[in-house]
Nanobody, 123 residues
Framework: VQLVESGGGLVQPGASLRLSCAASGRTFSTAAMGWFRQAAGKEREFVVTISWSGGTTIYADSVKGRFTISRDNVKKTVYLQMNSLKPEDTAVYYC?????????????????WGQGTQVTVST
């Protein structure tokens, strides 16, 4: 599975962005997908995960109520809608795929990673 993120950029606090992650390969529809982020000088952290069917999602407390993950298995794309962005959301956002299929929040459970897309929230 190859993953390519897009949609990052520079926005002001309170704004919205939608990230996309386009996948290639036949296993996308059976893979759990996740978004992680890494701020400068910090470790990569879990943001959200979605099961292969889309039926289960798990959010980090820091983004719950503001971010929404969704997936389109026909288009082989997963989305991250980010609303009410805060400066502390600034990071490189990575899309990841796990062959386990069920929603997982552990970094080590993901075998495939995208190259990342920068999100900067600043005035």
């Amino acid at each position: 599975v190859q993953l390519v993120e897009s949609g990052g950029g520079l926005v002001q606090p309170g704004a919205s962005l939608r990230l996309s992650c386009a996948a290639s390969g036949r296993t996308f529809s059976t893979a759990a997908m996740g978004w992680f982020r890494q701020a400068a000088g910090k470790e990569r952290e879990f943001v959200v995960t979605i099961s292969w069917s889309g039926g289960t999602t798990i959010y980090a407390d820091s983004v719950k109520g503001r971010f929404t993950i969704s997936r389109d298995n026909v288009k082989k794309t997963v989305y991250l809608q980010m609303n009410s962005l805060k400066p502390e959301d600034t990071a490189v956002y990575y899309c990841a795929a796990s062959s386990k299929g069920y929603a997982v929040r552990t970094y080590n459970e993901y075998e495939y990673w995208g190259q990342g897309t920068q999100v900067t929230v600043s005035t």
